[in-house]
């Protein structure tokens, strides 16, 4: 995260740029107000959620004419100062912990519009072919972000490989654990680095948004991944005062689809649970 005031003026115009460089425009037909026949520009991030997200405007557009335009972003702060800032209309990349982070220490004025998929954070190695192979002292990468980097604590904590000061702090960082028996080194890098990391560390817990890009299955090749009942479910996020903006209820009705479902299992081969109730 960025504290520095200059550097939050950079990520603002990083994110400028990825708006108008990366845009990708999904047409359908026109609704009657001009604000319904703008498009709905929608930040995702690049990769397989951003497909996941064209099977949903393929839908919308089938459905209703609903006009989007996808913004990708490869990083996990720029969508949410995109968002606040007005360049975009909505997000689809966070869940509500890295949320709610973001708005205790940004200050932004964003809601949750509903929910999309829970992707299951997990851990690889190119060295280990079972976690019982996980030696004391080994050297483990995770997540830098507040929330994701406590979620992979919590994932430590919860089968006994480290004890956490408070185990309900979701943005637990290694200064939090209390009692590490097996010496293990945590090496705190941002998410994106995190499948180039597996050749030089024992374990890396790395997020479903890039370790599945990298042929990293987490149902398959994770030794070490959250069940089903992960609170961490990623969301479709409006800033406070356009959350009610219909366009935006129209797009998660077609997110919450079963075309949108079949795809996330092409995609994510089963590591992609649905954040709603199925019918």
């Not at 709610?100 to 940004?106: F, L, Q």
């Not at 004890?163 to 637990?172: F, Q």
């Not at 398959?220 to 935006?248: C, F, H, M, T, W």
Request: charged fraction near 25%; glycine fraction near 6%; charge should be negative.
């Amino acid at each position: 995260m960025f504290a520095a005031v200059k550097a939050l003026s950079q990520l603002k115009t990083l994110a400028a740029t990825a708006v108008i460089g990366t845009a990708l425009v999904l047409s359908g037909c026109g609704q009657d107000t001009d604000k319904a026949d703008s498009p709905l520009k929608v930040g995702v991030m690049a990769g397989p959620e951003a497909d996941v997200m064209k099977a949903a405007v393929d839908q919308a557009a089938k459905d209703s004419g609903l006009k989007v335009e996808l913004v990708e972003f490869s990083d996990y702060v720029s969508p949410n100062i995109a968002l606040s800032d007005g360049s975009i209309d909505a997000n689809a990349f966070q869940h509500k912990p890295y949320l709610d982070s973001m708005v205790e220490s940004r200050g932004f004025k964003l809601a949750a519009v509903g929910n999309t998929f829970v992707y299951p954070i997990a851990a690889y190695s190119k060295r280990l072919k079972d976690i019982s192979e996980l030696q004391d002292g080994a050297t483990i990468s995770i997540p830098n972000d507040p929330s994701n980097e406590g979620r992979t604590l919590l994932l430590l904590h919860k089968h006994g490989y480290i004890t956490l000061k408070d185990p309900s702090d979701l943005e637990a960082t290694p200064a939090d654990i209390s009692d590490n028996p097996h010496n293990f080194k945590f090496v705190e890098l941002e998410a994106a680095q995190l499948p180039r990391s597996l050749d030089d560390v024992d374990l890396a817990f790395i997020n479903g948004t890039y370790s599945v890009p990298a042929g990293l299955i987490p149902t398959r090749d994770g030794l070490l991944i959250e069940d089903k009942e992960s609170p961490y479910v990623n969301l479709i996020v409006a800033r406070q005062d356009n959350k009610d903006d219909p366009r935006l209820q129209t797009l998660l009705k077609a997110y919450q689809s079963q075309a949108v479902i079949d795809k996330a299992e092409e995609l994510f081969k089963g590591s992609a649970v649905p954040g709603w109730d199925v019918k």
